[in-house]
Nanobody
């Protein structure tokens, strides 16, 4: 069974920074993608950033230039560095891990709350 454990959320003032971490454990296929999604109250969960095991990266337009995703393949861990936080970044941030071999395997973390407020 695959588990994802997130950490690093919290309450931050506008303009501040946070670093989220997500560690995956279990039977994980080496060729995969890890990503961060966020869900604000009353809104749908949306992709923030995604990185493949080969290093290909995608960002949502709304976070380009402020968010940086990275990963440590040896530790099955993905990070999200968030700078210049804005109140609109307030959301629950979810880690995602997926790969496809004959079928799609898709896993989610429990979520970590990020609140941006003065």
């Amino acid at each position: 069974q695959v588990q994802l454990v997130e950490s690093g959320g919290g309450l931050v003032q506008p303009g501040g920074s946070l670093r989220l971490s997500c560690a995956a454990s279990g039977s994980i296929f080496s060729i995969n993608a890890m990503g961060w999604y966020r869900q604000a109250p009353g809104k749908q969960r949306k992709l923030v950033a995604r990185i493949t095991s080969s290093g290909n990266i995608n960002y949502a337009d709304s976070v380009q230039g402020r968010f940086t995703i990275s990963r440590d393949n040896a530790k099955n861990t993905v990070y999200l560095q968030i700078n210049n936080l804005k109140p609109d970044d307030t959301a629950v941030y979810y880690c995602n891990l997926n790969w496809a071999i004959s079928r799609e395997y898709n896993y989610w973390g429990q979520g970590t709350q990020v609140t941006v407020s003065s």
